[in-house]
């Protein structure tokens, strides 16, 4: 492999590894827990509307 070669592909890994991150950071978070960790998490309930706990 030439030097050019090895340089071109270097900069591009480290521009998609850039990118990756920093839409990652940008995107927009969501609001509130989607579950499944472990964390209390309130839910409305439609009936009562009253927010219950959940662990």
């Known amino acids: 492999m030439t030097t050019d070669f090895q340089s ?3 900069i591009t890994i480290v521009a ?3 990118g990756i991150f920093l839409f990652r950071a940008l995107r927009m978070k969501k609001t509130g827990c989607g579950g499944g960790c ?3 998490q ?3 309930n439609d ?6 706990g959940r662990l």
């Open 16 to 18: 998609i590894t850039a």
């Open 8 to 10: 071109f592909a270097a």
């Open 47 to 52: 009936k009562t509307e009253k927010s219950l």
């Open 38 to 40: 472990g964390c209390p």
């Open 42 to 44: 309130k839910l409305k």
